[in-house]
């Protein structure tokens, strides 16, 4: 009997671990829960909660490839494919960025053909669109899956393997007030926005796709007679004005030029990493800066001058990166780097601090998960975002649509600072906003801050959760320099309690064959498991296990061929 392995969810960390469970030796029945309609789309890329307009944040050349690269895909398309978004085949290149929805199409390609060819190879695929796992049930031996169908139905499905790739949790009302937007997606939602003042919180490429979304419905974006992209508002949009705000008040940079796949660092590097693993957690998070700031000088002396890094530890290296920036109008700065990064593209130029951050965030990554509590929360609070920001990049295109937006007086920035208020009471639509002694009042108002970290208890599973199926995960207490000897205390600080493979830790008499690969929940001790090359890493990591499970079970048996 073949195993039975089911995937909740075919985003793009489903179809990763689809495609390398289909490496298997033996007939696996593979079964593939999604609640909407199109499997192989994934939320992030689906027409229905995507604007045309919403680019990808990843290059062609990052994406993994299934069974072939984006840039074969795309070169595969007629002319009228490509020409309905905006795609000329001459410009089609490993570096560019596309909308979401092209990303979508490509998936939901992507996965046809991978269960076609697993199909050949004689596993049983079957695929349930709108079909939704309401509940989880660990057993001794087996997994039980509660589904709830479209029409209203439930059946229940027991399974040896189960992969949680249910990726972000997006919430199903977004206008949760007249006017507030807990969220931009779906897209459509934000077409009932009326023309007059609104509010975006969060400057990152989520805040970037809800200004495009309200902009393209009130204007168009077009070249000059120069070349330049420029916006011109629709009659009758005079009233319109938009406001993206934050904490810092700082726009995105451009996507910069860089060696793929990264380079090894040649200080900060896996080997010296986990050598300081090996030596304990006690002051872990300050060796591992230490080693990351000899990486930095190393690749750029100037700029190891320029911000005296010398002399700057790791609760100080963010606010001297930000520095220069902070002080800067965000217009003025966003020119500058955008003319910057055109200039280094042409010459294959890549700027030496830069990218000795970008391949040390990964690397860094490993060492967060054996942080003591004092640590974990020191690396969120003052190290963890100067690496998001580096490796959080936009596509060159949006921010010429920001630099044509702020030419047209439709776009400022807020710098809200660690004081502020937003409030919906005294307003019929939107929110008032209370930052720096001022009020901002808006008529429409999107948080676009992205995902939020989530813990076990917030899994929408209520059996999983109350059978103890899933933990928050546990940090090492901070320990006592007087009792070094003293035992080892944990405490439960959030995300979910995994191993290496990406199954949560239960108890003894339950089975350990469920794998959480829900991004959300990952976070906590995994801050950078974000976006598609994380989904392809989960994805392999977990089929890889669920695979050597399935060769230790089956002690040889039968192949298949390929």
Not at 118 to 140: F, S, Y
Not at 252 to 257: K, L, N, S, T
Not at 460 to 486: E, N
Request: overall charge negative; aromatic content about 8%; proline content about 6%.
């Amino acid at each position: 009997m073949s195993d039975r392995i089911a995937i909740i969810g075919s985003g793009p960390t489903g179809l990763y671990t689809l495609k390398t469970l289909l490496n298997a030796k033996v007939p696996l029945s593979i079964t593939i829960f999604e609640a909407e309609a199109e499997p192989g789309k994934g939320t992030p890329y689906h027409p229905d909660i995507n604007d045309p307009t919403m680019l990808s944040n990843i290059p062609s050349i990052e994406f993994p490839s299934l069974t072939e690269t984006l840039v074969e895909w795309l070169e595969r398309q007629d002319d009228v494919e490509l020409s309905r978004f905006g795609i000329r085949r001459e410009t089609i290149d490993e570096r560019e960025f596309y909308p979401r929805v092209v990303l979508g199409n490509y998936m939901r390609d992507q996965f046809l053909r991978l269960v076609e060819q697993g199909t050949a190879k004689g596993h049983p695929i079957d695929v349930r669109e709108r079909h939704r796992v309401v509940d989880i049930t660990l057993q001794q031996n087996d997994v039980l899956l509660s589904v709830e169908v479209a029409d209203g139905s439930c059946f229940d499905a027991r399974f040896d393997h189960v992969v949680m790739a249910t990726g972000h949790n997006w919430p199903k009302d977004t206008e949760v007030k007249p006017g507030y937007f807990i969220s931009p997606w779906p897209a459509s939602a934000l077409q009932t926005i009326e023309h007059g003042p609104v509010g975006i919180l969060g400057t990152s490429l989520s805040g970037i796709d809800a200004l495009m979304s309200v902009a393209t419905a009130r204007g168009t974006f077009r070249l000059d007679a120069a070349g330049d992209l420029q916006y011109q508002p629709a009659v009758g949009s005079e009233a319109f004005k938009a406001t993206m705000m934050s904490r810092k008040g700082l726009l995105p940079e451009a996507d910069f030029y860089c060696p793929l796949p990264y380079l090894d660092p040649k200080i900060c590097h896996q080997q010296a990493i986990d050598g300081l693993i090996a030596a304990g957690s006690q002051g872990l998070l300050d060796r591992v800066f230490e080693l990351f700031r000899q990486e930095v000088a190393l690749a750029d002396p100037d700029y190891a001058a320029k911000i005296g890094l010398s002399q700057l530890t790791v609760d100080t290296f963010a606010e001297a990166y930000y520095a220069e920036r902070v002080s800067a109008d965000p217009f003025v700065w966003a020119a500058r780097n955008l003319a910057e990064v055109e200039y280094n593209r042409e010459r294959c130029y890549t700027v030496p601090w830069r990218y000795a951050i970008l391949i040390t965030h990964e690397i860094i990554a490993r060492a967060v998960p054996h942080f003591d509590e004092q640590d974990l929360e020191r690396f969120h609070k003052r190290f963890k975002s100067i690496f998001m920001d580096d490796y959080a990049t936009v596509p060159l295109m949006s921010i010429r649509r920001l630099l044509a937006l702020s030419r047209a007086g439709k776009l400022d920035i807020l710098k809200l600072g660690s004081d502020y208020e937003i409030s919906t009471e005294g307003v019929e639509r939107g929110a008032v906003v209370t930052a720096n002694g001022e009020q901002h009042v808006f008529s429409a108002f999107i948080d676009a801050t992205g995902q939020d970290t989530l813990s076990a208890t917030e899994l929408p599973f209520p059996t999983l959760v109350a059978q103890g199926g899933v933990r928050k995960s546990a940090t090492r207490k901070v320990q006592p320099l007087i009792l070094p000897d003293a035992p080892v205390e944990y405490v439960r600080t959030g995300g979910i309690d995994i191993d290496d493979s990406f199954r949560p830790l239960v108890p003894a008499h339950l089975t350990n064959h469920l794998y959480c690969a829900a991004i959300s929940f990952l976070l906590h001790k995994h801050p950078f498991v974000q976006g598609i090359t994380s989904a392809h890493e989960i994805g392999e990591t977990v089929a890889e296990a669920i695979l050597a499970d399935v060769d230790r079970v089956e002690q040889g048996l039968f192949q298949i061929s390929a």
